[in-house]
């Protein structure tokens, strides 16, 4: 799932973040004292789940990639977190209407949501993860096949021999008619690895 278009799908939808939405680098890099305007939230990315493959002749996959979102919340005014717990519940609201059934791309359905939780809380701030999950479908085209395909050499042209399972009718080896003596006549079971028709097709 590219983030970018989470981080400015949020910024665009959310105005309570005020364009503080960033990737997860930024999130990494944060330092537990930094001076940072809240609230602000952070997308970071998640685990992945595979379905089995579900082709016998080509490749579909059911995917389902996840993604956490972390609102970073003001937590100063009260160091048991109630000021900020209560942030939660609007800040959550205004992001599941900013993400809920939105596509984060054209390969993909829209996003659901599958939980939240607290991450940490101290005396300046609570970070509080909203974890959300949009499937997509492996085809062929995401696979190593196209390329390989592309690497063969030119199918020039198409050489047919026919080893018939019954040959008794073969025109081919009857007396008087281009009869092969020291092959049994008739052929009474097939196949026998001789080849009675043939045909040599070239391609442009």
Request: charged content about 25%.
């Amino acid at each position: 799932m590219n983030l970018d278009n989470v981080i400015e799908r949020i910024r665009a939808t959310c105005p309570s973040f005020a364009q503080r939405v960033a990737g997860a680098a930024e999130f990494a890099a944060l330092p537990q004292n930094a001076k940072v305007a809240l609230p602000a939230a952070f997308v970071i990315p998640m685990d992945d789940r595979a379905g089995e493959q579900e082709s016998q002749n080509r490749y579909r996959q059911a995917l389902t990639d996840r993604v956490a979102v972390v609102m970073v919340l003001d937590n100063s005014a009260d160091r048991r977190g109630q000021a900020a717990v209560t942030t939660v519940h609007s800040l959550r609201a205004e992001l599941w209407r900013s993400l809920l059934l939105w596509p984060p791309g054209p390969e993909y359905d829209g996003l659901i949501y599958e939980g939240g939780q607290g991450l940490l809380m101290d005396g300046a701030r609570l970070y509080y993860q909203l974890e959300f999950a949009a499937e997509t479908e492996l085809d062929v085209e995401d696979t190593a096949q196209p390329g390989m395909k592309e690497a063969l050499p030119r199918l020039a042209s198409i050489h047919v021999r026919a080893d018939v399972i019954d040959p008794m009718f073969d025109p081919n080896n009857v007396p008087g008619q281009n009869y092969d003596p020291a092959q049994p006549n008739p052929r009474t079971a097939g196949p026998d690895g001789r080849a009675e028709a043939g045909a040599d097709i070239p391609l442009e």
